[in-house]
């Protein structure tokens, strides 16, 4: 069953975004100007301004850098307290924020290795594919 979720920041590039993780593909955006890799989606390059762009297959694995516990509810009640965020690396260099899968934030080390995998969810918009993260 799907996991009823805070709405997605849906539009032009993360509906692209939301397409592949749906075929379980981690991909992000790439500039075809200076090669930067771009996250969050967004209409042009951060680096260059160039507006082209292609969409690369991450390896979906990365490292810890940060993580978190909220205690406060900010969704009505939609995510069961305390949940966790926590902040990959990914191995080609895009920091990606997430959610742990299978483990704690009492569980991390800095640096831990971790991999993605993808959760079926729903919100406002819809069913839809969510990465998170687990520990490899
Ligand atoms: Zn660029």
Redesign the pocket.
């Known amino acids: 069953m799907a996991e009823k979720r805070p709405p997605r920041t849906l539009g032009p590039g993360h509906d692209q975004f939301w397409e592949w993780c749906g075929k379980g593909e981690l991909r992000l955006q790439k ?6 890799l ?1 996250w969050p989606a967004a209409a042009a ?6 507006g082209e762009m292609d969409w690369q297959a991450m390896t979906g694995r990365g490292k810890l850098v940060s993580w978190c516990s909220f205690h406060q509810d900010y969704y009505g009640g939609m995510l069961p307290l305390p949940y966790d965020c926590i902040l990959v690396e990914l191995v080609e260099g895009p920091l990606f924020l997430s959610n742990p899968s299978g483990f704690g934030c009492e569980d991390i080390e800095p640096g831990m290795a971790v991999a993605v995998r993808f959760i079926d969810c729903e919100d406002d918009g819809g069913a839809y594919r969510l990465p998170v993260f687990a520990r490899v």
């Open positions: 500039c075809t100007g200076c090669g930067a771009i390059c951060e680096r260059c301004g160039d």
